[in-house]
Nanobody, 126 residues
Framework: QLQLVESGGGLVQAGGSLTLSCVAS????????IGWFRQSPGKEREGVAS????????DYVDSVKGRFTISRDNSKNTVYLQMNNLKPEDTATYSC???????????????????WGRGTLVTVSS
């Protein structure tokens, strides 16, 4: 099981950009798929983006396709979420999680994650 710590949230105007980081620690971090999730008050947690352990396969929820990009640098044990053209409805606490088992060559489905970090708050003003 990995430990995950997120950073990079903040306040941004609509149309702006932010990059979130998720630093993983533990054994064989590069073999686990990593996913970004978000949750706003009164709503269920939603999967936003996921990436394979090797970093060559990604998946996105439809609402962020073309605006968000997930990537990873395994030499730094870090997964990024580049968010462009942010909208007020993107406001949420964003957290990362790892796949339940090794997932080196495919992006795990959003139902196959565990061990979420504490999250980082993203607020998009209109």
């Amino acid at each position: 099981q990995l430990q995950l710590v997120e950073s990079g949230g903040g306040l941004v105007q609509a149309g702006g950009s932010l990059t979130l980081s998720c630093v993983a620690s533990g054994y064989a971090t590069e073999y686990y798929g990593i996913g970004w999730f978000r949750q706003s008050p009164g709503k269920e947690r939603e999967g936003v983006a996921s990436i394979s352990g090797k970093g060559d396969v990604t998946d996105y929820v439809d609402s962020v396709k073309g605006r968000f990009t997930i990537s990873r640098d395994n030499s730094k044990n870090t997964v990024y979420l580049q968010m462009n053209n942010l909208k007020p409805e993107d406001t949420a606490t964003y957290s990362c999680a790892h796949s339940r088992t090794w997932f080196p060559t495919a992006a795990p489905p959003f139902t196959y994650f565990t061990s979420w970090g504490r999250g980082t708050l993203v607020t998009v003003s209109s």
